[in-house]
């Protein structure tokens, strides 16, 4: 700086100022890119996810998981125990409308219904303050492991060998043995009841979440759907026999005879719960709070504008319910929102043509 | 502050809070439409992120028809101005576009538009499948045009500052 002459300025200087706009707008369209996960294709984001449950082959309009359903409308009525453990409206309104769906898991929307392991119910409520709660329960207790990228590769470790059109019972062994937790869940999936209707079955939240009450008191919790329609055994031989629709028509042919019934039953968390991990349940002494009732009154086929069109996202929540940092709630909404986005284009398509 | 070179305090201010806000909504957008475990505190960031840049564009419109912009200066090249103003119309464009487009596509796919504290804003859409789609691919597409216009308008007020230094950056960034 303090020589009197100094050297002339290298050739390349007048290119020096584009050289840093162009590696500052390039930085931040690479930072743009890695977020959006193309730098990084190993990375399991939600349309990869969604690609590898789909395996090349999706049902086209078609929910990707929990394909087959019908479309159930009822209404939900609070407890006051209820209204303790939460301020959300859905517990002081004497009753909500409820719409829902009642599905089979499996993304085979013609797959025999009898023969599912898992049965699923959604609902939405819809309460008079403007809010929602959206609820994507399951007939199993717990899930099958900890995290949405154990999800992904239990899909890849289950996926028929081509060779034999079973699974590789090496590569589910191996799944196993990294992913223990899953253990039980098969061990569920063997020895579980089977109940012969959608009314008779339990469907449960899964996840934990937490439950504010008007004082501002917080609570982890869970939820159950308990029927009160009682239990009957549905033997494997009447499971095989029976035809494709076999729920869903049995489900009609119960409420022509009247509604059908189940308690919301809460159970609390007590500290060292686990509440982000959905494959642990918790001791099966916790504290149950009924917490309200909601009876099915009308099953009806899915269609435009009905059930059909509702992306029952479990992490859509009014105030007063919140969710946890369990990563596979959050998955759910990641996945359910790219299925809902696919399915929903592919059905514009459809109608257009 | 000379109002025929730099923009009032104000119109900085507004500026610079919403390129930050864009941006970060950019991001905030790609970010909750690949990530499997964020997705949800993510949105809900989003969704009033983006419903404050709505309220700031229509501050910042009405500030910019009380207050117009400083001209740019006469050795800008007619073409070089011409892409500016069109550019400018566009930044416009999108910071009412986006917010619009997010809130009507909530609509159309059935998702109330709820804000922090419970606050629940009118369907902009009705639920319709066909328009989710619509409205749902063209607020992720617009979304990554919005982006690149913006990298242009960096570059081009980098080009400004740094090859020209005909004080049009100044204009925005100057500190006086």
Redesign the interface.
């Known amino acids: 700086m303090s020589d009197p002459l100094p050297p002339a300025p290298p050739r390349w200087r007048p290119w020096l ?2 050289l ?2 162009a590696a ?2 390039g930085s ?2 690479a ?2 890119a890695w ?3 193309w730098l990084t294709p190993a990375r ?4 990869r ?1 969604v690609d590898t449950i789909e395996n090349g082959k999706p049902f086209v309009g078609f929910r990707r998981a929990h394909a087959r359903g019908v479309c159930v409308a009822g209404h939900f009525e609070p407890t006051a125990e209820g209204a303790a453990l939460s301020k959300a409206r859905v517990f002081t309104q004497p009753r909500t409308p409820a719409l829902g769906r009642m599905s089979i898991g499996g993304g085979d929307p013609n797959g025999p219904e009898a023969m599912a392991r898992v049965r699923s119910l959604a609902l939405q409520l819809d309460t008079d ?4 709660w959206r609820l994507a329960m399951n007939s199993f207790p717990f899930f099958a492991v900890s995290t ?2 154990a999800f992904a590769e239990q899909i890849l470790a289950s996926r028929p060998d081509p060779a034999t059109g079973k699974p590789d019972p090496a590569k589910q062994q191996a799944f196993a043995e990294r992913h223990p937790e899953v253990l039980r869940f098969m061990a569920w999936a063997q020895s579980a009841p089977w109940s012969d209707s959608y009314a008779n079955t339990a469907y449960h939240g899964v996840h934990a979440f937490r439950f504010t009450n008007a004082a501002g008191e917080s609570r982890f919790v869970r939820w159950s759907f308990v029927p009160q329609a009682p239990f009957k055994d549905f033997p494997a031989d009447q499971r095989q026999a029976a035809e494709a629709s076999h729920l869903a028509d049995e489900l009609g042919a119960r409420l022509a005879g009247g509604p059908v019934r189940w308690t919301l039953a809460v159970t609390l968390a007590e500290p060292g719960d686990p509440v982000e991990d959905p494959s642990q349940p918790w001791p099966e002494e916790r504290t149950r709070v009924a917490a309200g009732t909601f009876v099915l009154e009308r099953a009806y086929p899915e269609a ?2 009905n059930c059909r ?3 029952f996202d479990p ?2 929540l ?2 007063g319910i919140a ?1 946890s940092r369990d ?1 596979v ?3 759910r ?3 359910y ?2 299925s ?2 696919r399915r ?2 592919e ?2 398509g459809q ?2 043509n | 502050m000379d109002a025929k070179t730099h923009y009032d305090r104000t119109a900085r201010w507004l500026h610079w809070a919403m390129a930050a806000m864009i941006l970060a909504l950019v991001f905030i957008g790609a970010g909750m439409v690949a990530s499997l475990e964020a997705r949800p505190w993510l949105i809900e960031l989003h969704r009033p992120l983006g419903l404050l840049v709505l309220l700031l564009a229509v501050l910042r419109l009405w500030h910019r028809r009380r207050h117009p912009p400083p001209p740019l200066p006469d050795s800008v090249p007619p073409l070089q101005a011409r892409a500016a103003r069109a550019s400018h119309a566009l930044l416009y464009g999108l910071m009412f576009a986006m917010p619009l487009l997010g809130w009507a596509m909530s609509s159309a796919g059935g998702y109330p538009v709820v804000l922090p504290g419970g606050w629940v804003l009118p369907a902009l859409a009705p639920q319709d499948a066909a328009l989710y789609t619509w409205l749902r691919g063209a607020h992720g597409v617009l979304g990554y045009a919005f982006f690149g216009v913006i990298l242009l308008h960096l570059s081009g007020a980098l080009y400004h500052a740094w090859v020209r230094r005909d004080g049009v950056f100044e204009a925005m960034a100057g500190r006086r």
Request: charged share 10%.
């Open positions: 100022p584009f840093g706009i500052i707008a931040l369209a930072a743009l977020t959006a996960g399991v984001t939600a349309p996810l303050d403007g809010q929602q949405p990228q435009e504008g069109d509702i992306n992490t859509l009014p105030s969710a990563p709630l959050a998955a909404a990641a996945a929102a790219v809902f986005h929903q284009r059905r514009a109608e257009a």
